[in-house]
């Protein structure tokens, strides 16, 4: 069964502190990983797609990065801003049709 | 225009109610997804339409009725709902049901109270 598993569920960062939010995944085949921010109450964001393995993207305080069983979102020097839920998905072919599998996601607090 | 929106952002209804959620999307997208989220929870994939065509239903039960009238425009048709179907309910597109190299663009959710 197709599984994504996000860590840790809960992070608390004072502002500058750089950290590492972590995305595994268990599909029949990958087609794409994604990576979200979600806001209380609001639609998620895209942030980053990923293909293969060894890809990076970087986009502000935030790189993601993949292997071939998970995917990092390292954030850099966090500001409150940055305050929010940070969603990973994989794309994966089924029933004739590509899915959309989220993770739990990881709920980032960065306090001042 | 780059966004998916929805309308209402706020709903309560009761169980004996008929509603409907709608959204919209200008991007030339041809795949149309609902998604239901739970508090504190991801989003679970409840339909997607390709085409105009429903390709896929996740068992969703028959009070949810989708309905897309054209490229652009889907609908969600509420009818005696429960309480339980309280939730934050998302609308996404896509270039195509093939995946999107750039990501799938959610609009800001209908907040649905069923009381």
């Known amino acids: 069964e197709d599984q994504v598993t996000q860590s840790p569920e809960a992070l608390r960062l004072q502002e500058g502190e750089s950290s590492s939010l972590n995305c595994s995944y268990t599909v029949s085949g990958l087609r794409g990983l994604f990576w979200y921010r979600q806001d209380p109450g609001k639609g998620p964001e895209f942030l980053f797609t990923l293909y293969s393995a060894g890809e990076e993207k970087e986009k502000e305080r935030l790189k993601a990065t993949l292997t071939k069983k998970e995917s990092f979102l390292h954030i850099t020097a966090p500001k409150p801003e940055d305050s929010a839920t940070y969603l990973c998905?994989?794309?994966?072919?089924?029933?004739?049709?590509?899915?959309?599998?989220f993770g739990a996601g990881t709920r980032l607090a960065v306090h001042p | 225009d780059t966004e998916v929106t929805q309308t209402p952002k706020h709903l309560v209804m009761g169980m004996t109610n008929k509603k409907s959620l709608k959204c919209e999307q200008h991007m030339g997208h041809r795949a149309m997804y609902w998604y239901k989220q739970k508090a504190k929870k991801p989003p679970e994939l409840m339909f997607v339409?390709?085409?105009?065509?429903?390709?896929i239903n996740e068992s969703v039960p028959s009070r949810f009725s989708p309905e897309c009238p054209n490229s652009s425009l889907l609908n969600l048709h509420l009818h005696a709902l429960q309480p339980e179907d309280s939730a934050l309910y998302l609308c996404?597109?896509?270039?195509?049901?093939?995946?999107?190299?750039?990501?799938?663009?959610f609009g800001s959710g209908t907040r649905l109270t069923v009381v």
């Open positions: 996404a597109s896509s270039p195509r049901a093939g995946g999107a190299r750039d990501g799938y663009t």
């Open positions: 339409y390709s085409y105009e065509k429903l390709s």
């Open positions: 998905a994989v794309q994966t072919f089924s029933g004739g049709y590509n899915k959309l599998i």
